[in-house]
């Protein structure tokens, strides 16, 4: 069996929008990050894979100081429904922040020019729902992870979390899906990094 050991201080399972904005994170804190994904192309994978078209959000310039109607009208759809209301705020009080991250870094939030809210409501209800050209978000995620020195690595199946001597877990086993052997062992760079059992 062939084993291979990356060490990182950061691991990510799964390149998708999740695994993305966490390992640029952790990297502008000044961490040491490895993102792997199972497909061998993550720039396609997950749902986001082909491209979403709208954003959940609240622009106070848009929708008016007052995010309380916002909160209610999220919790009160169907995927409010099942989240916390902190949750719920907490997105919404974050949502323009990140995208106006996601603009200024190349994906076309402002694909008209300007904000434009259309669909994804009621007739009548609060339109919450930004518009964007999402088709290439991944493209531009890789590409803002890469900048800050993330590593990518596709064709790995995380399978199995590691854990040291305390139980803490440490890294992760992963499957290279081509040869269908144990090809790399992420490992997280652990201070007693010698308990670490990979089997
Ligand atoms: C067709 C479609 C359209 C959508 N449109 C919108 C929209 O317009 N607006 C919106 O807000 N939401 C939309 N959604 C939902 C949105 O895309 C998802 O909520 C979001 O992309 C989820 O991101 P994620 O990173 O949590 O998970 P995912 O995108 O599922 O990413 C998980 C990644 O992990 C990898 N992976 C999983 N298990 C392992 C493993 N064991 N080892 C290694 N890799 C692994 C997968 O290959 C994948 O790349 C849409 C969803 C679909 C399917």
């Given at each position: 069996m062939r084993t291979e050991v990356v060490k990182t201080e950061?691991?990510?399972?799964?390149?998708?929008?999740?695994?993305?904005?966490?390992?640029?994170?952790a990297s502008e804190l000044g961490a040491k990050v490895v993102i792997i994904d199972?497909?061998?192309?993550?720039?396609?994978?997950?749902?986001?894979?082909?491209?979403?078209?709208?954003?959940?959000?609240?622009?106070?310039?848009?929708?008016?100081?007052n995010i309380e109607e916002h909160i209610d009208e999220f919790q009160h759809s169907?995927?409010?429904?099942?989240?916390?209301?902190?949750?719920?705020?907490?997105?919404?009080?974050?949502?323009?922040?990140?995208?106006?991250?996601?603009?200024e870094?190349?994906?076309?939030?402002?694909?008209?020019?300007?904000?434009?809210f259309a669909g994804h409501a009621l007739p009548g209800k609060l339109l919450t729902h930004l518009h964007y050209a999402g088709m290439d978000q991944k493209k531009v995620l890789m590409a803002q992870a890469e900048k800050r020195g993330t590593r990518i690595m596709g064709r790995l199946m995380g399978y199995e979390l590691l854990r040291d001597g305390q139980g803490h877990i440490s890294g992760a086993a992963t499957l290279h899906d081509l040869v269908s052997d144990l090809l790399e062992a992420a490992v997280f760079d652990h201070p007693d990094e010698s308990t670490v059992q990979i089997e």
């Open positions: 950061v691991l990510c399972i799964g390149a998708g929008i999740a695994g993305l904005m966490a390992g640029i994170r199972k497909a061998g192309n993550p720039m396609r994978s997950g749902c986001s894979g082909l491209g979403n078209d709208h954003f959940q959000c609240y622009i106070p310039e848009v929708h008016g100081a169907q995927q409010g429904s099942l989240r916390s209301k902190v949750f719920i705020r907490t997105w919404l009080e974050n949502s323009f922040d990140i995208l106006k991250l996601w603009d870094w190349g994906i076309p939030m402002k694909h008209k020019g300007e904000w434009e």
